[in-house]
């Protein structure tokens, strides 16, 4: 980092698995890191592991998005990177893909995206300096059946991103995207649980079947999504903007 002073980076959906790992890379590295989640205990381990600022607040709440950020500014200062990573993955057929999965859905992984960036950056503009980086998925890139509401949602936050990105080309702010594939968290624990429960696959089966999907044959890493991250967020990065970067083994070709 080329100033004296830390930057301030807030990461969304800290608390555990890609959040976490990202979290502490930033932290690694010297950022001064708002770490932000819904689970107060996950929380707090985290911060006695990284030393780490957290802060809980339910991001589909716009009062709580308010509080958050006038707390982040109050004990941290501006923030200078902004991470989007909450989010949320149900899958169903569409017959069965009810309005309340939909509202679900987009209330975590989209909202939030919309309004932390809207509030955060024209400070970032208005400094020359800012990075936004929105965790997105392969969904966004490409559709998979059985996840109507998860891919909208992420093709959402790639059209955000792009959107974004050709406003403020000029600015010295960046904003991208980190598309992966099944990453090897808890999420993905899930989903290899619900086929097991919904085709009588053994555990071994199931997650073969998700592997399977990367010509790699494997699950992406916390480790990968994070390096990306911190890669994304460097100064030396200005000129990669407006993308969205598939992080999958190649299961999805530009």
């Not at 555990?16 to 001064?32: C, D, P, S, W, Y």
């Not at 716009?62 to 982040?72: G, M, P, T």
């Not at 059209?159 to 991208?176: C, D, L, P, S, Y």
Request: neutral net charge.
């Amino acid at each position: 980092m080329s100033t004296q002073t830390p930057r301030v980076a807030l990461v969304t959906g800290a608390s555990k698995g890609i959040g976490a790992e990202i979290v502490t890379r930033l932290r690694a590295q010297g950022f001064a890191v708002a770490a932000v989640a819904r689970d107060v205990t996950a929380l707090d381990a985290l911060a006695e592991r990284t030393g780490a600022q957290t802060f809980v607040a339910d991001l589909t709440d716009a009062s709580q998005i308010r509080s958050l950020l006038s707390a982040v500014q109050e004990r941290m200062g501006s923030v200078d990177i902004l991470v989007n990573n909450a989010g949320i993955a149900e899958s169903a057929p569409l017959a069965q893909t009810d309005d309340a999965m939909v509202e679900r859905t987009f209330a975590i992984n989209v909202w939030p995206v919309f309004s932390l960036t809207r509030s955060l950056l024209p400070a970032m503009v208005s400094r020359g300096f800012g990075r936004v980086v929105n965790v997105a998925s392969n969904a966004g890139l490409t559709g998979y059946a059985y996840t109507s509401a998860y891919c909208a949602s992420k093709h959402a936050v790639v059209g955000f991103t792009r959107a974004i990105a050709a406003e403020i080309a000029r600015t010295g702010v960046t904003i991208n995207a980190i598309c992966p594939g099944f990453v090897d968290t808890e999420m993905t624990a899930r989903t290899v649980e619900k086929i097991v429960a919904s085709t009588g696959r053994s555990h071994e089966s199931a997650r073969a079947a998700l592997e399977a999907m990367s010509p790699q044959r494997r699950l992406m890493t916390v480790q990968e999504v994070a390096h990306l991250v911190l890669a994304l967020v460097a100064d030396e990065a200005r000129g990669v903007h407006g993308q969205a970067i598939a992080l999958d083994g190649g299961q999805v070709l530009a």
